[in-house]
């Protein structure tokens, strides 16, 4: 299967989640290199800092992210770690 880059997840975050005030993605791979899952997609972590999550939880803060994600993930992530900060808290 192939995988979903760093770059493709941070273009699809970037167009559904502005204005952001960070975004990093970081493709963690190779640190599950062996493992059964590592055939199966990408494992990503993506730190966010955008006004979109200002008052939201965080399972609705990692909704919104998943949402915005949705048509990427079956191309690909097996994993993805998510930090996401209002500004307030970054």
């Not at 960070?22 to 966010?48: C, F, N, Q, Y």
């Not at 399972?59 to 097996?78: C, E, K, N, S, T």
């Given at each position: ?31 599950h ?23 939201l ?21 097996h ?12």
């Amino acid at each position: 299967m192939p995988h979903v880059t760093a770059a493709e997840v941070e273009r699809v975050l970037r167009e559904a989640l502005s204005p952001l005030q960070s975004l990093e993605v970081i493709d963690d791979s190779h640190l599950h290199a062996g493992h059964a899952g590592a055939r199966e997609g990408s494992h990503l972590t993506v730190k966010i800092v955008s006004e979109r999550m200002a008052g939201l939880s965080r399972i609705a803060r990692h909704r919104l992210v998943y949402d915005a994600l949705r048509r990427v993930i079956p191309q690909g992530i097996h994993a993805l770690a998510i930090e996401a900060r209002s500004p307030e808290e970054a």
